[in-house]
């Protein structure tokens, strides 16, 4: 006994003096690093405390330092933090070929449901997103605009069914947007008329309830997947199941083999990928198609199931928190500006009366002002707040005498960045003047709401549209009533910036003309 308790004892001390060995690293070559960082968790310790996100923990990292750049310690890693907005760019774009991975967990030989476009690394996802490029054209999304177009009336149908005839109530936007948007993921990806506004319990949207499981482990583990891949990966080997991952492959799969089983042929990115998947290519407009590559023997590098439903799960986790929550950001921002709310509600009727009441793709495309307030949205509250990267091989800071090396995790805190008035004069101020030509007073190398470079979001022009399409429905037919100002209040758990108790903002009824 002991023997067993010396032993125990022994290995517990090694591995006390190997974190502690770890934990020094930065300080032992000479990089600037963070001093606050402890055992075991590191700058991600509010993580683990369920305190803050992991995008804000970074954030708080990212303003208590000057330095361009730090050492960090993610968990027992060690990373490097980039606070400076033209480095940033520079790992995101010139020097992508330094930087080419998330360094975030895949394993698709064994897991293929982890092999989506975002975690894929070296010439799989180049190939990837060579392959999913034509899904984003301006053509295709002008083709399944009529799409998001009758999910959006829906939406309007279901807020006038809240709103009395005469005063106003109050809304929880982000639930009502999120769920708009999760109808427009299933139909222009998926092809399903599922109308979540009356039939909320449908299992598309019940996924969402699943992905949101707040508890240490699964904030453990989100910080696993994102930052200590071999351990997710040996988790995974042990059995650990991506249970919203394999409910999507069954609805992918039911929706595949009942559309050809009755020859259903529909305009939405699953019939793409499904073409892709047949054919080898997709058709980007009548007069040209998009080829795949082909193996050396010249077979079609085909879409297995797993893959197509990896792409599929990545497109709809993303883009039903983005889409909604820059909807509903924008309106609780503009009700506590007055005049900046009259000016879009202006420039929105005044575009409807140019278009018989109507709003096309390509009106859309010309409202300025709208435009500009979701920039400044995405600006205070970017989809990602975290930016990462992982070194592909060794790299010298420009300017510097230090070198990052291969294998080194890279975070970005784009939220920092963001909110930095080094490149955001008053940066906690909705402003979207500071992006109109003649007041720009900003600097353009910071702003980054989708990333940079090669790897930049490949839907970002698709979640633009269809969160500019649901500001102008609301516009249209609702008044937002003005509020004092009030500052949202962020889970402390995930990525994404995940409203607390929602996004509450007074609608009433608009006078019909």
């Not at 000479?30 to 310790?45: E, R, V, W």
């Not at 910080?223 to 069954?250: R, T, W, Y």
């Not at 799960?313 to 993303?318: H, K, L, M, V």
Request: net charge neutral.
């Amino acid at each position: 006994m002991l023997t067993f308790i010396v032993l125990v004892g022994t290995l517990l001390g090694l591995g006390w003096f190997y974190l502690k060995h770890i934990y020094s690293y930065w300080e032992r070559i000479g990089f600037p690093y963070d001093k606050n960082s402890a055992i075991p968790f590191g700058c991600l310790t509010p993580v683990w405390d369920m305190k803050q996100s992991m995008g804000l923990a970074i954030h708080e990292v990212y303003k208590n330092s000057k330095e361009r750049f730090l050492g960090v310690y993610l968990l027992f890693r060690p990373a490097v933090l980039v606070r400076d907005a033209e480095l940033a760019r520079r790992v995101m774009a010139q020097d992508f070929s330094s930087f080419h991975d998330r360094g975030i967990y895949v394993d698709e030989e064994k897991n293929p449901l982890s092999g989506s476009i975002f975690a894929l690394r070296g010439q799989n996802w180049r190939s990837m997103r060579h392959k999913l490029s034509p899904c984003f054209t301006s053509g295709k999304l002008k083709a399944m605009f009529h799409v998001s177009e009758d999910i959006a009336d829906k939406m309007v149908s279901h807020l006038d069914t809240l709103m009395p005839q005469e005063g106003s109530v109050e809304v929880d936007v982000k639930s009502v947007m999120q769920t708009y948007a999760i109808d427009i993921i299933g139909s222009v990806i998926f092809g399903l008329d599922i109308n979540s506004y009356e039939h909320p319990d449908n299992k598309f949207r019940t996924l969402v309830t699943l992905a949101r499981s707040n508890t240490r482990f699964t904030a453990l583990f989100g910080m696993m997947i994102f930052l200590v891949p071999s351990i997710a990966k040996f988790l995974f080997a042990l059995g650990f199941q991506n249970k919203v991952g394999q409910a999507m492959m069954e609805i992918v799969k039911e929706t595949i083999e009942n559309r050809e089983k009755k020859g259903i042929v529909r305009k939405d990115m699953l019939q793409l990928l499904m073409q892709l998947r047949n054919t080898g290519q997709i058709e980007e407009d009548d007069e040209k198609s998009f080829n795949i590559q082909t193996t050396e023997t010249g077979q079609l590098q085909a879409l297995s199931l797993e893959t197509i439903t990896a792409q599929a799960f990545i497109f709809y986790i993303a883009g039903q928190e983005t889409t909604g929550s820059t909807v509903a950001f924008t309106l609780f921002e503009l009700a506590q500006y007055p005049e900046l709310l009259k000016r879009v509600q202006t420039e929105v009727d005044e575009t409807l009366k140019q278009n018989d009441g109507k709003i096309t793709y390509d009106a859309l495309q010309k409202m300025e002002f709208l435009d500009h307030c979701v920039q400044e949205i995405t600006r205070l509250y970017p989809g990602l707040p975290l930016l990462n990267r992982e070194c592909t091989q060794d790299y010298a800071i420009p300017d510097t005498n230090h070198v990052i090396r291969k294998g080194t995790p890279v975070v970005i805190s784009l939220y920092g960045i963001h909110h930095d008035p080094e490149y955001f004069p008053n940066p906690e101020v909705f402003d979207p003047d500071r992006f109109s030509e003649e007041n720009r007073n900003y600097n353009p190398t910071a702003f980054m709401p989708f990333g940079e470079g090669p790897r930049i979001c490949i839907a970002q022009r698709m979640g633009r549209v269809n969160a500019k399409l649901a500001i102008v429905k609301v516009l249209q037919h609702f008044n937002v009533e003005v509020m004092s100002k009030r500052k949202i209040e962020f889970e402390a758990s995930g990525i994404a910036l995940l409203p607390k108790s929602g996004v509450k903002v007074r609608l009433s009824k608009r006078t019909k003309n």
